[in-house]
């Protein structure tokens, strides 16, 4: 436990305040940023910067010419450090009794600037890991030159408490039969879609995508045909050569992009829907040469009634009566089936489109229903769309004709 000091005792709300070595690095590993306070010249200043924690140490980023570090070169800088996570905003009946929901620390000091460039190396690689576990590992480390221009500053966790507040809404008696919302705004710092710089040609790697159930894992799978890896920006320019043929986008609910950057459009769509848990887009590459084919997604994913969909499916027609599409359509039945323990899959085609109404029967699939004005096509009308479905029940007795399909 840190021992409470004169500055970091609270006059009031003293339940809020904590000690716990457990709590205070919980709240300082999760949050990214911080302030940190000193006086240079008997003047105040406070200055957002990066951090990391290491064991019982917070480490400071910052550069050699900042006013901070050129004033901690000699004995250090004596420094106040906080750090806080807003989880939420609470509403009162009263405007007096608005409060918010937050995980806070204060650690104060003396800031010491690291030397041994060993030491700054660990810390540097610690700070890039905070970003993303592996991440360290998949760029450029500093060279002697750019680990001279940057500056560490290191500060024991000595003289540090934790303040929280959570919970609801604390109105006075008086104010509880007042005709006016009362409640809690739950707040959260979540990433968005990656996006990557225009010159990146390789996929997003995995600490960058979202996780969560394996239902909404894009897990690579590969086949002697096909690979199926997730769809990333880095694919539209490959994507759009090889799907540029009006017949590929025929019966599709999505019009064929005129350009490169109507395909990365279309990709980033389908990234945040996949962000938002609503599809899971694989790019279909040729296991042979690496060339990509095309994409193809699952869809209408309900891990609860352990059903989705498999669609959003099109491929360049140099892949066309390949065996690229049924061998794709059997690693993703097992990983829906056998993987996912999947009930239920179906399968939505305008109903104009016999050949692919074909394809699917000849997964096993059976035809269930016509959905009458179903979805609008990209001219403007509207399709009926035949609704197939596969159980697992069926999955057996597919999974033989399929796999004797690849061979």
């Not at 500055?7 to 003293?14: C, M, Q, S």
């Amino acid at each position: 436990m840190y021992a409470p000091t004169a500055r970091t005792t609270a006059t009031r709300e003293r339940e809020r305040m904590a000690y716990d070595p457990a709590v205070v690095h919980s709240i300082l590993d999760e949050a990214f940023h911080c302030a940190m306070g000193f006086v240079v010249d008997g003047e105040p200043r406070v200055l957002p910067t990066l951090h990391v924690r290491v064991g019982d140490t917070l480490y400071l980023h910052g550069s050699t010419g900042s006013r901070p570090l050129l004033a901690a070169r000699g004995d250090g800088l004596r420094v106040c450090v906080t750090v806080t996570l807003l989880d939420g905003l609470v509403l009162a009946r009263s405007q007096f009794n608005h409060s918010a929901n937050y995980r806070s620390v204060v650690a104060h000091g003396v800031a010491t600037l690291v030397r041994d460039e060993e030491t700054k190396r660990s810390v540097l690689t610690a700070l890039v890991e905070k970003v993303g576990a592996g991440r360290s590992a998949e760029t450029r480390p500093p060279t002697k030159r750019e680990l001279a221009e940057t500056a560490v500053l290191a500060l024991p966790l000595v003289e540090v408490s934790a303040r929280q507040r959570s919970g609801g809404v604390i109105d006075d008696e008086d104010d509880l039969s007042l005709p006016h919302w009362a409640g809690v705004l739950p707040l959260r710092l979540t990433p968005g879609v990656p996006e990557p710089d225009a010159a990146v040609a390789v996929a997003t790697p995995a600490y960058l995508r979202p996780a969560g159930s394996p239902w909404l894992d894009p897990a690579v799978m590969r086949g002697s045909r096909v690979l199926l890896e997730p769809l990333d920006l880095s694919h539209a320019d490959d994507l759009f050569k090889a799907t540029a043929d009006p017949q590929v986008w025929q019966h599709l609910t999505a019009r064929q992009p005129r350009d490169r950057d109507e395909m990365a459009a279309y990709v980033a769509g389908a990234l945040a829907e996949h962000h938002r848990g609503e599809r899971v887009p694989w790019v279909q590459r040729s296991a042979v040469t690496g060339e990509v084919l095309g994409t193809t997604s699952f869809y209408e994913v309900e891990p609860g009634r352990r059903s989705l969909a498999i669609g959003h499916t099109f491929l360049g027609r140099s892949a066309w009566r390949t065996g690229v599409n049924p061998e794709a359509k059997l690693l993703l039945l097992t990983r829906a089936f056998e993987t996912l323990g999947a009930e239920r899959v179906v399968w939505h085609t305008d109903i104009r489109n016999t050949r692919s109404q074909a394809a699917i029967e000849r997964l096993g699939a059976t035809r269930e229903a016509v959905l009458r004005h179903h979805r609008i096509r990209p001219d403007g009308t509207w399709r009926d769309t035949v609704q197939y479905a596969m159980l697992a029940e069926d999955w057996p007795a597919a999974a033989t004709v399929l796999r004797n399909r690849s061979i």
